[in-house]
């Protein structure tokens, strides 16, 4: 008896296997670049602050149930001064606006450094680790796809979920 394979399925499998590869920071090498790039460390890094600072601010705002006009009143801000702190490519505030934010909010502003070593062990180690996840989608898709086939074959393709 042939069997037709549901080529559909396996597909689907590949693709997330594909996509995985796509976006894993493996390709990315962020860790070299960190590690070997000054100009590239310090641009991420500063987006990364910046990122940081404007999220906290716009999930602990809405936390706390308050509008961009209510942190405004409270801090003796406009709300497009707000506004302007809830977004990740501003970088105009001091410290004594943070202060402010944070004592509206409720919150205490910390503040930390982190050797750059650290952070590329981090990433060194989130990359092995997306790594190791990629290879075990790929062989698990490939041992799934071995054991519905032997089933599809032994049973004459009427159960497997691969053949028709």
């Known amino acids: ?4 394979l549901n080529t559909k399925k396996i597909k689907l499998i590949n693709v997330e296997a594909k996509r995985m590869t796509l976006i894993s920071p493996i390709k990315l090498n962020i860790a070299d670049k960190l590690e070997k790039n000054k100009k ?19 999930e602990l705002r809405k936390k ?12 003796n801000m406009k709300q497009s001064a707000v506004s302007r702190i809830e977004q990740a ?19 205490r502003l910390m503040v930390s450094f982190e050797p750059v070593e650290d952070v590329v062990d981090w990433y060194r180690r989130k990359e092995e680790s997306k790594r190791e996840r990629l290879i075990l989608i790929k062989e698990s898709a ?23």
């Open 89 to 107: 490519d501003y970088s105009g505030w001091s410290f004594n606006t943070l202060f402010r934010v944070a004592d509206a909010l409720e919150a």
């Open 64 to 75: 706390r149930k308050k509008l961009q006009v209510d942190l405004a009143k409270e801090t």
């Open 142 to 164: 490939l041992k799934w796809w071995i054991i519905m086939k032997r089933n599809g074959e032994d049973k004459g393709g009427k159960n497997c979920s691969l053949c028709t």
């Open 40 to 58: 590239f460390r310090e641009r991420f890094f500063r987006g990364q602050a910046q990122d940081r600072i404007a999220m906290n601010i716009r």
């Open 1 to 4: 008896m042939m069997m037709k």
